[in-house]
């Protein structure tokens, strides 16, 4: 299903009525988040049960590891600089956030209260910004080409 397909109101992942979030845009970024999320949640993760944890930890990484691999090629299809943009934030969530969940797997796991507050520096997404405002542009300029109302 490519993002001009959803945005025509063919059935797509998490299609919204008019008014939402672009329909398009919203399950990509949700597996942008997603590993984001997983790389707080690794150093937030349980140290009662460190081999369960490893476990589920790393599914919740493998799904969305699979989500972001099928939308670089979901948004591929698209002419244009949709999928381009697309692959080079992928490129470099995996980068920035890749390296913090390494960091967060060598850090010993929260044990208080306390430590539950991570700051800032743990994972520094500034260097996405401007790839989000590409993809972001790219699909703005996409749906103006289709549907310029």
Request: glycine share 6%; charged share 25%; aromatic share 6%.
């Amino acid at each position: 299903m490519t993002v001009t397909a959803c945005i025509r109101g063919v059935d797509c992942p998490a299609q919204e009525p008019r008014g939402g979030t672009r329909p398009a845009t919203r399950p990509v970024r949700q597996g942008v988040r997603g590993v984001q999320g997983d790389a707080i949640a690794i150093r937030r993760r349980r140290h009662d049960d460190a081999a369960a944890e490893r476990i589920r930890l790393s599914e919740t990484t493998r799904e969305i590891q699979s989500r972001l691999s099928y939308f670089v090629v979901w948004t591929a299809a698209e002419p244009g600089t949709v999928g381009d943009a697309y692959v080079a934030l992928v490129r470099e969530l995996r980068k920035v956030a890749g390296g913090a969940m390494r960091e967060a797997w060598l850090a010993d796991p929260i044990t208080d209260d306390a430590a539950m507050n991570i700051p800032p520096a743990f994972i520094d997404l500034s260097s996405l910004t401007p790839l989000e405002e590409a993809f972001t542009d790219a699909v703005r300029a996409r749906l103006a080409a289709i549907a310029p109302w």
